[in-house]
């Protein structure tokens, strides 16, 4: 397969093109050779490589586009799901993301890989990397990917510890534990976390 080059624009100003060009530059695709310039009419990339490896390029920086411009709406930003995960270089359950976004008062929607949400980007990445966290750290302890929500869920929304948040969905009835000594959850997890936060409330009325 022969070498090519190929010039990309991504139309930005100011501020914009250089986010994009730092969320960019460390993180494309491994290519020949890949030159930025960032101009008065936006960021001009300049690519020596294959013709896929640049079709992958030209994605990537589409994507990260829409993440430097926040599209989705009014009032809303778009976020992709696989840029996220690079920007924080960690997965995270997106449904999650959701109901905790929802449980804060913000408009979220998960929608073809895609959230849209009115939080600010730096809030939503900062939101991602303690859902990532919380969903290492409860591995082992919880049976199931429900029962992993549910107490990621309510340990963010409502600012306990880890073993607070287990405490307390053991006490009200939402959690038992099985033979091996995990937890499990009793219910659908989103119904779970809502009886979860009526009894919070009600404890600490």
Known sequence: MPLVKRRYRVPCR??????LYELVKDR???IEHVEFAVTSN??????YGYETD?????????????????????????FSIDTIVKLIRKTFPPEVLVKILEKQGYKARLEDDTIYTNMEKNRLLELVER??????????????????????TVTIITG???DDAINH????????????????LKHEWRDA?????????QQNE
Do not use: H
């Open 42 to 47: 936006g960021l001009i990339i300049d690519a």
């Open 28 to 30: 494309v695709p491994s």
């Open 54 to 78: 640049l079709k992958k390029l030209w994605i990537e920086l589409k994507n990260y586009s829409k993440m430097v411009k926040g599209v989705g709406g009014p009032g809303l930003q778009a």
């Open 193 to 201: 976390v809502d009886l979860f936060i009526k009894s919070f409330k």
């Open 14 to 19: 100011g501020e914009e093109c250089l986010k």
């Open 160 to 162: 306990l510890q880890l």
């Open 169 to 184: 969905a053991v006490e009200a009835g939402l959690l038992g534990v099985d033979e091996s000594g995990l937890y499990v």
């Open 131 to 152: 859902i990532s966290e919380l969903n290492t750290a409860v591995r082992g302890r919880v049976k199931g990917a429900a029962a992993r929500y549910f107490i990621i």
